[in-house]
């Protein structure tokens, strides 16, 4: 593995990050304004040797700090990096973190955590807490609906046939032998993997936790779900078929009148590296999406996909932010849908672009970013942006922090407080 940074860079990107924190998309604080953000932190375990370095874990402490709702990817089975970070933030802040999910207990998979760090001095818990799954009789409807494609894949696949030989033929007579009273070797349960295209269950199960966010002294506040998810990464078939499910639950949640506001945050595994023709695609299921609202009035806001009006000073004006360290693609994502007025006036985007009404990053209004710390790290210790690099200069550069850091970058969106409604800027 490439060399961490020494102590020396690291003083000279503290540095660099200090004459200009807004060059690099992170967030200052404003008055009448919460901060919530995604980290894909990559396998977010353990300390020391095997794990993360205490300086490595105090910029990371210090760029969460700056939110005050984190949604957190890729926590291990070992939580205490995740506890350190916590700790390095401040005691005021809140901990929530889901079981492990990517695989059943006793078996092996992708095992991860998600977790949501926050500051409950402007971001309070509710009572829910909850995942989001299928449930068995919508798998067996799916299945019934199937049926035959289901049966044809079991079928014929290799390790579908592994399994019923081992279940029904291997361990009966591995249990015979040894009732029996011989002493044979036990036999190895073989892999598995079987590809099917219709969606029965996520392969890692979002985690969803209730926040409220008290608006100006007498006022009321947004009470709203907050949905930290890690979705299915390989086939693009998987993909789609995990957004289309996440997004069918949500809408029908919220529609449901069970919440009002759902934020979702995380790794989404969108794939934008076609900017034109992928947006195309986005903006057709984007679409679909909108027209869900069963004659109900349904608000989604999802900026992401779209060129930011007013971007950092490093990134191309017309093209929309890139989330993972090489800059190429824009997997994660923080997307909102509301029956509030005030999300559809205020932060609503459209199969067009950014809602008219919104003006993105001026005072008052909400704004969202990347803190882009490939940038960071390139201007500081290369004296050029990460894409000013030669190819092969970018990949030697990247692999110092792909892994002791992230391959992932902080997104963010900055919503503002309520406030009366009279109060509203009208000059939108």
């Not at 874990?57 to 995740?82: G, P």
């Not at 919220?254 to 995380?266: K, M, P």
Request: hydrophobic share 35%.
């Amino acid at each position: 593995m490439a060399e961490m940074f020494t102590k020396a860079e690291w003083d000279a990107i503290r540095q660099e990050l200090n004459r200009d924190p807004l060059k690099f998309g992170l967030p200052m604080r404003q008055y009448g304004s919460v901060l919530i953000a995604s980290f894909n932190i990559r396998k977010l375990g353990k300390l020391g040797a095997k794990g993360r370095d205490d300086a490595t874990m105090r910029f990371l402490a210090d760029v969460c700090r700056r939110f005050d709702l984190v949604a957190v990817q890729e926590v291990m089975t070992d939580m205490t990096a995740l506890r350190r970070l916590r700790d390095l933030m401040g005691e005021r802040y809140g901990l929530a973190v889901s079981d492990v999910v990517g695989t059943f207990p006793g078996e092996r998979g992708n095992e991860e955590r998600l977790a949501f760090i926050y500051n409950p001095a402007l971001v309070r818990r509710a009572e829910l807490v909850t995942s989001v799954s299928t449930s068995r009789t919508k798998v067996m409807k799916t299945i019934a609906r199937y049926h035959q494609e289901l049966f044809d894949e079991m079928e014929t696949n290799a390790t579908a046939k592994a399994q019923r030989k081992y279940y029904h033929e291997d361990l009966p007579e591995y249990h015979r032998k040894v009732a029996a009273g011989e002493k044979p070797r036990a036999p190895k349960e073989p892999g598995f993997k079987v590809d099917v295209d219709p969606f029965l269950q996520f392969i890692r199960e979002p985690f969803a936790v209730a926040f409220e966010v008290h608006g100006h002294p007498g006022l009321g506040s947004y009470d709203f779900l907050a949905i930290n998810a890690h979705l299915q990464f390989g086939r693009m078939q998987d993909r789609k078929a995990e957004a289309r499910a996440m997004f069918e639950w949500i809408i029908n949640k919220v529609q449901s009148e069970d919440a009002t506001n759902i934020v979702i945050l995380g790794d989404l595994n969108f794939d934008l590296d076609r900017p034109e023709e992928d947006l195309k695609e986005i903006i057709t299921e984007f679409k679909k999406i909108r027209m869900r609202g069963k004659n109900k009035t349904l608000y989604v806001s999802f900026p992401f996909i779209f060129p930011h009006p007013q971007p950092t000073p490093l990134h191309p004006e017309g093209t929309v932010y890139r989330t993972n360290i090489r800059l190429s693609q824009t997997y994660d994502q923080i997307g909102v849908f509301s029956r509030d007025e005030q999300v559809g006036k205020y932060l609503e985007t459209t199969w067009t672009g950014h809602g008219g009404n919104t003006k993105w990053g001026q005072p008052s209004f909400p704004d969202y970013g990347v803190f882009n710390f490939s940038d960071l790290f390139s201007v500081a210790l290369n004296g050029k942006p990460l894409n000013d690099l030669t190819k092969a200069q970018r990949t030697t550069f990247t692999k110092r922090f792909e892994h002791k850091v992230s391959d992932h970058m902080p997104i963010w969106y900055r919503v503002p407080l309520p406030v009366p409604k009279e109060s509203f800027p009208t000059d939108v």
